[in-house]
């Protein structure tokens, strides 16, 4: 049996198994895929690029004076990963192609018990790391059936398609078509641009990092750790905006209007193109491309909707035919339905799923009342839009990181739990206390509830920054007390 078992070998899952690693605490990490990357070993389609600093989207205990462009490529992060995996040395506690099937947790072995499709396990930490962008978000189209073209989600790219003087329609508009399009758009006979919503753009100040700049970051580590401390206090500025006054944003809202002026003179194009919310109800998106890809001779931008798919067409909500030869989905991905979700079943044997109710919820994004020893990673209302995912993932590391360690004195007895209720506690009382005072913070916030920046299924934020990343990480304390329940 293990002390602690690892579901996904992304950012949070191999961050937590190096963290293990170096405390000398038995793990094992497993991972579906056949490399450790997570979604930066999924996502493989053409100017694929992290839309944050490279000095800051890395772990703080392994910044990468290698960096050669000022935000990463996917390419160099995958990189950058493995580079991970092998100098901690976590590769020989990792099984790869392993995908969990289902996981309950044993009141009377106080362990979890997984199945998985090498064999199971058995642990007594559950840290469930699949990361939100992992299950790709395909809309079941009318007659998608029976359209005899080449169709696929960016999250799967189909590399053997050249796409060459080939007729595209491209769904979506949101980061990742901004990243696709002007990448794609260059060689295609024609492309067609279905987008439901304008994104807000502002210009891309991503830039090559000079060898001399490197070679100083790797000779005097100290300048490389004061880039990303610089990095990160001006992004902490964006979040003013969002938490107390939204006169923090006018600047940024004032770049993209001036940025879209200046790249499209046509008013007419200029505003299907201009946003009808306000900046940072969804992700602001970073591209110098993206509206003189627009605007090329075979770009058609489409704002009507699908109406349905035919064998050889598309035909938009206008009725207006199309005839395609590729069908690109880039309609991003599922959040608040997570498949691990299913396969989690805490200590009344109901699922996470069913627990949830399509409202994930949990103490400080980590931990959900009646799943004993199980930490979250990437949870509810932990991801942001204006700062690195990875800070936020290192403050649960260190939140959960001390679970293997309480566990053998907190063993199954917790005050205000019964005796033998099994694992590490947090109360449901005290639960359900931190949500409420995550409710009414939400309802404080800048931006309500009731605009754009709420998915539409859950009544929770699940993609919307959170308030600042001191606050937050602050909210995860170094020491773990009750974790679960």
């Not at 949070?12 to 990357?37: N, Y």
């Not at 949101?174 to 492309?191: D, N, S």
């Not at 498949?339 to 931990?367: F, H, K, Q, V």
Request: charged letters at 25%; a positive charge; hydrophobic letters at 40%.
């Amino acid at each position: 049996m293990h002390e602690v078992a690892i579901v996904g070998a992304g950012f949070g899952g191999l961050g937590m198994a190096i963290r293990l690693k170096q405390e000398g605490t038995d793990f094992v990490l497993i991972e579906r895929s056949e490399d450790v990357g997570g979604t930066w070993w999924a996502n493989s389609y053409p100017g694929c690029q992290c839309d944050i600093p490279s000095n800051l989207y890395s772990f703080s205990f392994a910044r990468n004076p290698h960096w050669d462009r000022a935000y990463p490529m996917r390419d160099q992060i995958l990189e950058y990963l493995r580079d991970c995996a092998r100098r901690f040395d976590v590769l020989p506690h990792t099984r790869l192609g392993c995908e969990l099937l289902g996981a309950s947790w044993s009141a009377a072995a106080q362990r979890w018990e997984l199945e998985t499709t090498t064999g199971p396990i058995h642990a007594r930490v559950l840290v469930a790391a699949p990361g939100l962008l992992s299950e790709p978000f395909t809309p079941a189209l009318p007659g998608l059936d029976r359209f005899q073209g080449n169709a696929f989600h960016t999250a799967s790219w189909d590399h053997s398609d050249d796409l060459t003087r080939k007729r595209v329609a491209l769904l979506g508009s949101g980061a990742t078509a901004v990243q696709v399009m002007p990448e794609i758009q260059p060689r295609l006979g024609k492309l067609h641009l279905f987008q439901r919503t304008p994104p807000w753009v502002i210009p891309h100040m991503d830039h090559p990092v000079g060898r001399e700049l490197r070679t100083l970051y790797r000779r005097v580590p100290l300048l490389q750790r004061l880039s990303r401390t610089v990095v990160w206090a001006l992004r902490e500025t964006q979040a003013l905006g969002l938490t107390h006054d939204r006169r923090w944003l006018k600047a940024q809202e004032l770049n993209a209007r001036l940025h879209l002026r200046r790249q499209v003179r046509d008013p007419e194009l200029r505003a299907r193109l201009t946003p009808d919310y306000e900046i940072f109800c969804k992700r602001i998106v970073l591209s110098s491309k993206w509206y003189p890809a627009i605007q090329a001779p075979n770009v058609a931008l489409v704002t009507s909707g699908v109406q349905e798919l035919r064998e050889h067409s598309i035909v938009d909500g206008d009725g207006i035919e199309r005839e395609i030869d590729t069908l690109i989905f880039a309609t991003g991905f599922k959040p608040a339905e997570l498949p691990i979700a299913e396969r989690i079943r805490g200590r009344e044997g109901r699922s996470l799923a069913e627990t949830w109710n399509g409202s994930p919820e949990a103490y400080l994004g980590t931990t959900v009342a009646g799943f004993p020893n199980l930490l979250f990673f990437y949870g509810p209302n932990v991801n942001l839009g204006h700062s690195s995912i990875v800070f936020m993932l290192e403050s649960q590391m260190n939140y959960a990181r001390r679970a293997p360690h309480d566990a053998p004195a907190r063993r199954g007895r917790v005050r205000g739990t019964p005796r033998g209720a099994g694992g590490l506690q947090r109360g449901a009382s005290g639960a359900a206390r931190h949500e409420r005072l995550e409710h009414r913070r939400l309802r404080q916030l800048v931006l309500r509830p009731e605009r754009p920046q709420l998915d539409p299924v859950a009544r929770l934020h699940v993609r919307v920054p959170p308030p600042h990343t001191p606050l937050r990480r602050s909210g995860l304390p170094a020491r773990a007390g009750c974790l679960t329940a």
